[in-house]
């Protein structure tokens, strides 16, 4: 075979339909890259999924467990508490489970195999994961600046349990990384065991406990004011007789 003919069979191949089918999905493949984001449902159901909700049970149940500790021993609860006990615990849990999505995407142990695959699968960036988690840790401070203002917790004593839990969540990864040096679970024992139960009990009970201190103002206070009436119409009766004598007035 000559060069003429192995340019002309060169030449043939590259214009046959198999040749033309491969440029076609080449051109496609370019073009699926090119194409715009996903829509904004498609975006929120990401960042759901990066939140890991199907963990969220490890939230729920001790805030629970420290509200129904709280109903026994004083025989009522406060739904709005609750709730916002639950927001907080939830917030700084969702921030949590983004800051372990970061940093072990940034150590190289995420990949395709892994659970969570968020930014292994580039459902979303790292960029996205770090601003979503200083939001949550965010609506967690206000919420529990919330919890204080409607609550009689002392400062110290809310600043103590939740930042500490506050501080778990970050540190199981970020940071010192516990998970890392082999003290991951005993950070998560901590978290979600003492410190989610005691945020919760110590809202609830505070918060019954100004209640019925506020009641037993209510009744005391005419008590008081009844007893000091009376012990003042008794001394100014002996002051009038007293003056009355010095100055020798029947």
């Known amino acids: 075979m000559g060069p003429a003919d192995l340019v002309q069979k060169i030449s043939i191949s590259a214009e046959s339909p198999r040749g033309t089918e491969r440029n076609d999905a080449g051109a496609a493949l370019a073009g699926a890259e090119r194409l715009p984001p996903g829509t904004w449902r498609q975006k929120c159901a990401a960042y759901v999924l990066a939140l890991r909700?199907?963990?969220?049970?490890?939230?729920?149940?001790?805030v629970a467990l420290g509200s129904a500790l709280a109903?026994?021993?004083?025989?009522?609860?406060?739904?709005?508490?609750?709730?916002?006990?639950?927001?907080?615990?939830?917030?700084?849990?969702?921030?949590?489970?983004?800051?372990?999505?970061?940093?072990?995407?940034?150590?190289?142990?995420?990949?395709?195999?892994?659970?969570?695959?968020?930014?292994?699968?580039?459902?979303?960036?790292?960029?996205?994961?770090?601003?979503?988690?200083?939001?949550?840790?965010?609506?967690?401070?206000?919420?529990?600046?919330?919890?204080?203002?409607?609550?009689?917790?002392?400062?110290?004593?809310?600043?103590?349990?939740?930042?500490?839990?506050?501080?778990?969540?970050f540190l199981y990864t970020g940071g010192i990384g516990f998970k890392y040096v082999a003290l991951g679970d005993v950070v998560i024992l901590i978290t979600f065991g003492p410190l989610a139960v005691m945020f919760a009990h110590a809202v609830q009970r505070n918060n019954i406990e100004k209640q019925k201190l506020l009641r037993r103002r209510k009744i005391l206070y005419p008590y008081h004011w009844r007893k000091m009436w009376k012990r003042t119409s008794v001394y100014s009766s002996g002051f009038q007789a007293q003056v009355c004598q010095m100055l020798n007035v029947p």
């Open 71 to 169: 109903y026994r021993a004083e025989g009522a609860l406060n739904p709005g508490l609750l709730v916002g006990s639950a927001v907080t615990v939830l917030a700084v849990h969702g921030a949590g489970n983004l800051v372990n999505t970061y940093y072990d995407f940034s150590k190289g142990i995420d990949h395709k195999k892994s659970d969570d695959r968020t930014l292994v699968d580039q459902i979303l960036e790292p960029q996205d994961v770090v601003r979503f988690g200083v939001f949550l840790y965010t609506v967690g401070c206000i919420c529990a600046a919330g919890l204080y203002a409607v609550s009689t917790l002392k400062l110290e004593h809310l600043a103590l349990i939740y930042f500490g839990g506050l501080s778990s969540s």
């Open 53 to 62: 909700p199907w963990s969220f049970s490890a939230s729920l149940t001790p």
